[in-house]
């Protein structure tokens, strides 16, 4: 299984799921320049040094990935 899998929920929106513990999702939504992203599953996404960790990962993984979708 992947760590990361991204689903794509609406024409502007998509879902990236981390699938290893602690599991947590992110969903994107395109704005004409930038992204708005709502994380759901984490205790404290901007407090946290693990958990912010992770989001760098995810981060990085996208930008890898999915530069069409991080940089529009």
């Not at 939504?29 to 760098?56: S, W």
């Amino acid at each position: 299984m992947k760590k990361f899998t991204i689903t794509n929920t609406d024409q502007n929106k998509w879902l990236v799921s981390h699938n290893e513990f602690p599991k947590f999702t992110c969903l994107f939504e395109d704005k004409k320049f930038n992204y708005k992203r709502t994380i759901t599953g984490l205790l404290d996404p901007a407090g946290n040094p693990k958990e912010i960790q992770l989001l760098q990962k995810m981060e990085k993984w996208l930008e890898e990935y999915h530069k069409e979708k991080i940089n529009g």
